[in-house]
DNA sequence: GCAGTGATCATA
DNA sequence: ATGATCACTGCC
């Protein structure tokens, strides 16, 4: 039996430099620390979303190297943050090995549901895109304790995507707890 | 169901 | 320079 022990250890990038499906199914469970001017607020990350790189169309890399993907070819564990809809910070991971771009997509944590309000709730926007999740940049990642029932579903708001890649089921729920 | 909101990118 | 689009949310 494993009893957790001592404090609880931040993720390092060889956790995301792997497949994005992998990572984000890995993340949940797992838990999301915001250090903002000394306050702490850890919420336990429970909807993820894979976009798996360059051939997923679905994902930003698809368009190729711009301005606005460049940070998703850098290494990984690289924090992947941009504006949509004139409103909303959404907040990604860069995954895989240095140079292939790919992320996984943060849409829930605690009880904040939705990713646009993720990031409010955290005061997570454009000024932490590029930084890596870790002390430093004030966001990260701990371990957390065994998730249960894993839901599998396609992902949220990528028609735009085509029939096959829409369809991919890439987008991770954690089960309510019984 | 759909309007709001502005960065981003393709096109020119 | 212009216009379509958008990994969303909240209100109808």
């Known amino acids: 039996m494993s009893?957790?022990?001592g404090p609880p250890s931040i993720l390092r990038s060889v956790f995301f430099e792997r497949p994005a499906d992998v990572v984000a199914?890995?993340?949940l469970?797992?838990?999301l620390v915001r250090n903002i001017k000394g306050m702490r607020i850890a919420l336990t990350i429970s909807e993820t979303e894979a976009y798996l790189g360059p051939h997923d169309l679905a994902c930003h890399a698809a368009r190729g190297r711009t301005p606005r993907t460049e940070i998703m070819f850098g290494p990984p564990g690289t924090l992947y943050i941009y504006f949509v809809y004139?409103?909303?910070?959404?907040?990604?991971?860069?995954t895989g090995p240095k140079g292939y771009a790919a992320a996984v997509l943060i849409r829930?944590?605690?009880d904040f549901s939705g990713p646009g309000k993720l990031t409010r709730a955290l005061a997570i926007d454009g000024a932490l895109n590029g930084r890596r999740a870790n002390l430093r940049s004030g966001?990260?990642?701990?371990d957390g304790?065994?998730?249960g029932k894993?839901?599998?579903t396609p992902r949220i708001g990528v028609g735009y995507a085509g029939s096959h890649w829409s369809a991919r089921k890439l987008r991770f729920v954690l089960a309510l707890a019984r």
């Open 86 to 94: 004139g409103l909303h910070w959404m907040l990604n991971i860069v």
């Open 25 to 27: 199914r890995e993340l």
């Open 108 to 110: 829930a944590a605690g």
């Open 145 to 147: 304790d065994r998730v």
């Open 139 to 142: 966001l990260w990642i701990e």
């Open 29 to 31: 469970g797992k838990v």
């Open 3 to 5: 009893i957790e022990q």
């Open 150 to 152: 894993v839901l599998v």
